[in-house]
């Protein structure tokens, strides 16, 4: 798997070696690669030998319907926020961050009695909007809805997926979310 200029990449997407490609805006390096730490458009600029990712804005409007992805903020009570960055399958300049809310009983088809056991702060979730006005109001429900990217509580390092859990490796940890059947497979290519 190779990403090219042009590409929409989630924070933590490996861009490339360190001895390849310098981590420019909106990338950082870690064990000898380079990786995104923005949503946005990769660049490799061949003169400088960097990468950069170069943000993309935000969601300008959306629809009942629409898939998005988007990073959660905050979790309260019986809901999560979460500010919602791309739209699946659209690269139209977008605008202003939009926030939306997961109730909890829209977070799984099974019962949650915690939404902290299923979401962290900064968990990247692919979900549905089911409300646009007065509030965007989405939904996880669904084997492809969820975590597609989620971070060490303890180090905040991407981890990786073992059977049903999310593991890291440095930590030795394991930790329990709700999450997609997308989860490292996300490239959010362009159409
Ligand atoms: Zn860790």
Not at 57 to 77: A, H, L, Q, W
Not at 95 to 121: A, F, P, V
Not at 148 to 160: A, D, I, L, T
Request: with cysteine; glycine share 10%.
């Amino acid at each position: 798997m190779h990403i090219k200029t042009g590409e929409l990449v989630t924070p933590g997407d490996k861009l490339g070696a360190h001895e390849e490609w310098m981590p420019g805006d909106g990338t950082y390096e870690r064990n000898g690669f380079v990786f995104a730490k923005v949503f946005g458009r990769v660049r490799f600029d061949e003169d400088k030998l960097e990468a950069v990712v170069d943000a993309v804005n935000p969601v300008s409007t959306v629809k009942e319907g629409d898939v998005i992805y988007g990073t959660i903020t905050d979790r309260r009570g019986a809901l999560a926020t979460m500010d919602i960055t791309l739209i699946e399958g659209k690269s139209r300049t977008v605008r202003t961050y939009k926030e939306g809310t997961i109730h909890i009983s829209k977070i799984s088809n099974d019962y949650t009695e915690n939404i902290e056991d299923m979401y962290l702060k900064g968990d990247i979730v692919r979900a549905k909007i089911i409300q646009v006005e007065p509030s965007i109001q989405l939904t996880t429900m669904g084997k492809s809805f969820g975590v597609v990217r989620g971070y060490c509580f303890n180090c905040r390092r991407g981890m990786g997926l073992q059977g049903n859990t999310l593991y890291c490796e440095w930590c030795e940890r394991r930790e329990r979310r709700k999450l997609s059947t997308l989860y490292g497979k996300i490239k959010l290519k362009d159409k």
